[in-house]
């Protein structure tokens, strides 16, 4: 399992700041800084899309689009859950409307092929508890890779396919 890059393209670069800035606002005052940081690597990727979908619209939109869409992946708006906000909260901070934050959070989701439990949008902390995470084929039989030989788990870790031994915390760079 790969995170996404953090590069940006040159002529982003100042969309990315300008979004940037919002996002680590927000993160910073209400959510986390595992939220920072996977908002900076959703939005890097954003900023590589050949055309860029941020080159169309407001840099507050985007910004509670892009939160929003990583609070859907992520159980954000589950009051069970640590961190958590409403989506009122996020649009009332970027000062959009409803639809405006849906329909960016939509688009965001389908650039960047984000669901619920995607492993590579999930934040770090969760990553355990994300049964997708650890769903390998092997012999065309889908099997969770908690329950393989510890020979085998280290083998998935080398190859990238689960991102550490299960039960363990040190995670793959």
């Known amino acids: 399992m790969t995170r996404p890059s953090t590069r940006v393209p040159a002529a982003m670069q100042d969309q ?78 970027f000062g959009v409307g409803a639809s405006t934050c849906s329909s960016r959070s939509k688009e965001v989701r389908e650039a960047l092929g984000m669901n619920q439990m995607a492993p590579e949008w999930t934040l770090p902390s969760r990553l355990e508890h994300n049964p997708l995470v650890w769903m390998l084929q092997v012999n065309g039989l889908l099997v969770d890779a908690r329950y393989m030989p510890l020979e085998v788990q280290e083998m998935a870790v080398a190859q990238g396919l689960i991102p550490f031994i299960p039960g363990r915390k040190e995670a793959r760079a």
């Open 16 to 93: 990315f700041d300008a979004i940037a800035q919002a996002t680590d606002a927000f993160c910073n005052q209400r959510l986390n800084d595992e939220y920072r940081q996977l908002s900076r690597l959703a939005l890097a990727a954003l900023s590589r899309k050949r055309p860029s979908p941020l080159l169309k619209g407001k840099d507050s939109a985007w910004a509670a689009g892009l939160v929003h869409a990583l609070g859907m992946v992520n159980f954000l708006f589950d009051p069970s859950q640590t961190p958590h906000c409403k989506s009122a909260d996020i649009q009332a901070h």
